[in-house]
């Protein structure tokens, strides 16, 4: 049963690194990341910067990636973004199933 799509490979294989600027710690910023990536059956992590940004790493179908970069460029109600750089990086070696604070 091969059930062969146009993009299908990318929608499995889909891996997004970002770093968010902004007033990004302190403010629930990776517990309400976690939270939007189990919704979306994300694997990964997240965590604070020394220099007060975050880092997150999404692993999952290119298209809940993408919506939990949307996300990320706003964040929870108290946070402010101000700038997100994502890199996409296509298929990665596997890590777990988790999505981690770290």
């Known amino acids: 049963m091969n059930n062969s799509t146009t993009g299908d490979s990318s929608e499995r294989d889909a891996t997004v690194h970002c770093v968010v600027r902004g007033r990004v710690q302190g403010v629930f910023f990776r517990a309400s990341t976690k939270r939007r990536a189990n919704e979306l059956g994300l694997a990964g992590w997240v965590r604070n910067l020394p220099d007060g940004r ?7 179908s290119r298209s809940a990636c993408q919506r939990a970069l949307e996300f990320v460029r706003t964040g929870p109600p108290a946070a402010r973004v101000d700038e997100v750089k994502a890199t996409w990086e296509g298929a990665s070696r596997p890590d777990g199933d988790e999505f981690e604070i770290r």
């Open 54 to 60: 975050v880092e997150a790493v999404f692993r999952g």
